[in-house]
């Protein structure tokens, strides 16, 4: 037992003088590489990315010294263009003082943490470079050279014959300055060789390319619009549109946003509209007696609104279903058929001072009336024109007169189909030379079953016929003998206007 206490006690005695030994050793080594570090920069110290481990102040700036004379950094362009900047081109240098700060930073006594981690210093504390020099520089860079200089593009869209294709993007070559300015400066604080344009993103590049979602978006947004037939159809005029023709009013701007060419629809538009108008037209007009007379003017028939009807249209598109429509019109005529008269109307044959109103085809009432004055030029104008409205117990008003009348049917502005309780007779030569002011006077049993019989909207057609009847000789016959009131020259006119007006 004894000895076994002893052993251990021998033991002991060797081993303590072990542990002491080493850490006088490590004790000596650590004072050793203190004083070392405090002349020298850490192991794995890096200074704008060069290797200073170990090394003095001194031996730091005569190695950045030789580093900065011969550096140039190369600028990898697209196109595998290549130019450089060299450190004259920039005044490149080191700040002495920098780099003892740095080495002043590093605590001597802390070298062992050191070994652990990397100490890379910044490079704006040790390299400056000469602003206007670098600027000089810098715009006299050929990859800004103008006439070389290609614009990004977005990707693009081609119609064919199966719809819409996309065409690739365009990348180009024009640079974003600001973004190369910030790159070259962070390279040269930084002692890179090279430059990579292209990884480095200094290039202006095009927003959407064929895969971005927003591209194909577009696409489908066109396919939907010109897959699509729009069928005009009026009467026995038919005219129906298709993707030939759509995709010309299409455009995609440069936010992917399919857009239409309102011009090139309203072109169009118009086409629809010489198609479908009547309005003013010269019409074949089949008279009681059966004889077929042109009559031009007046305000009757089909109007398209091309406005509104170009904002319908381009709806329709949009809805992207084929669809079969009528244009928008702002008047509307009676059929649309050839004859857009119908057979509910007013005719008034203002040669023989007669009329007749048929409704639906029959003859509702018929008689003589007395319309404008031709020896005041106040003769009722020729035309086709609609009834804007009917009134009870009117008051017809004018320069030198006003007039109470029952019935009141206006069709031409101020002038309109009437009752004239201050008549005695109408038809014959009336006219000629107490005529009206342009109104159609009537009977008051003709106006009153007119009025009872007729709607906004009827046809009104009014004209002389323009041919020698005896009737227009003795007309003529009795302006020359018999009006006093009328000078030669005025009788003239009224000749003329009978026979050339028309």
């Known amino acids: 037992m004894r000895r076994r206490r002893m052993?251990?006690?021998?033991?002991?005695?060797?081993?303590?003088?072990?542990?002491?030994?080493?850490?006088?050793?490590?004790?000596?080594?650590?004072?050793?590489?203190?004083m070392y570090f405090k002349n020298n920069f850490y192991f794995g110290s890096v200074i704008n990315g060069i290797n200073v481990a170990g090394k003095t102040v001194e031996e730091v700036e005569k190695q950045l010294s030789s580093e900065i004379e011969?550096?140039?950094?190369?600028?990898?362009e697209r196109g595998d263009l290549k130019e450089q900047i060299k450190s004259t081109d920039m005044g490149l240098k080191y700040d002495g003082d920098k780099i003892?700060?740095?080495k002043d930073e590093q605590n001597t006594i802390s070298w062992v943490s050191a070994l652990f981690k990397k100490n890379d210093s910044e490079v704006s504390q040790v390299m400056t470079y000469d602003e206007d020099l670098l600027n000089k520089s810098f715009d006299k860079l050929s990859c800004f050279d103008t006439s070389n200089t290609i614009e990004p593009k977005n990707a693009s869209f081609n119609y064919t014959e199966d719809g819409y294709e996309i065409v690739d993007e365009v990348n180009g070559n024009k640079i974003n300055k600001d973004v190369l300015y910030d790159t070259i400066v962070d390279a040269i604080l930084n002692?890179?060789?090279?430059?990579?344009?292209?990884?480095?993103?200094?290039?202006?590049n095009p927003k959407y390319t064929a895969a971005s979602q927003e591209t194909l978006d577009a696409k489908d947004l066109l396919n939907k619009y010109t897959d699509l037939t729009v069928t005009y159809s009026g009467g026995n005029k038919t005219e129906v549109l298709d993707g030939s023709t759509i995709h010309n009013w299409l455009n995609v701007n440069k936010n992917?946003?399919?857009?239409?060419?309102?011009?090139?629809?309203?072109?169009?538009?118009?086409?629809?509209?010489?198609?479908?108008?009547?309005?003013?037209?010269?019409?074949?007009?089949?008279?009681?007696?059966?004889?077929?007379?042109?009559?031009?003017?007046?305000?009757?028939?089909?109007?398209?609104?091309?406005?509104?009807?170009?904002?319908?249209?381009i709806q329709t598109i949009k809805n992207g279903q084929s669809t079969t429509k009528e244009p928008v019109y702002s008047q509307k005529a009676v059929s649309r058929d050839a004859n857009d008269i119908g057979n509910t109307y007013v005719e008034v044959n203002m040669t023989k001072q007669h009329l007749w109103f048929y409704k639906n085809g029959a003859l509702v009432v018929e008689g003589d009336v007395v319309t404008g004055n031709a020896s005041t030029n106040t003769l009722t104008p020729a035309g086709t024109y609609i009834l804007n409205y009917k009134e009870k117990n009117a008051t017809l008003k004018g320069e030198d007169y006003s007039s109470p009348?029952?019935?009141?049917?206006?069709?031409?502005?101020?002038?309109?189909?009437?009752?004239?309780?201050?008549?005695?007779?109408?038809?014959?030569?009336?006219?000629?030379?107490?005529?009206?002011?342009?109104?159609?006077?009537?009977?008051?049993?003709?106006?009153s079953t007119i009025f009872a019989n007729i709607v906004a909207g009827t046809p009104i057609v009014c004209y002389y016929e323009w041919f020698i009847t005896e009737e227009i000789l003795t007309n003529i016959w009795y302006i020359l003998k018999s009006n006093k009131g009328w000078s030669g020259k005025r009788s003239t006119f009224w000749i003329e206007k009978q026979y050339t007006q028309h």
């Open 70 to 76: 011969n550096y140039t950094l190369e600028l990898e």
């Open 100 to 102: 003892k700060e740095l």
């Open 256 to 313: 992917m946003e399919v857009t239409f060419d309102e011009a090139k629809v309203k072109k169009y538009v118009y086409k629809i509209s010489s198609m479908y108008n009547t309005y003013e037209n010269t019409r074949d007009f089949v008279t009681t007696s059966k004889t077929t007379i042109k009559v031009s003017g007046g305000n009757y028939g089909w109007i398209v609104d091309n406005s509104k009807e170009v904002q319908d249209l």
């Open 7 to 34: 052993d251990k006690s021998s033991k002991n005695s060797k081993v303590v003088p072990g542990i002491m030994i080493s850490l006088c050793a490590l004790i000596i080594i650590y004072l050793g590489m203190t």
């Open 405 to 447: 009348v029952e019935f009141w049917m206006p069709f031409n502005g101020n002038i309109g189909i009437h009752d004239a309780s201050w008549r005695t007779e109408f038809g014959k030569n009336i006219y000629m030379t107490n005529g009206s002011h342009g109104c159609v006077n009537s009977p008051y049993e003709l106006a």
């Open 191 to 204: 002692s890179k060789p090279k430059l990579n344009l292209e990884l480095d993103n200094c290039y202006e």
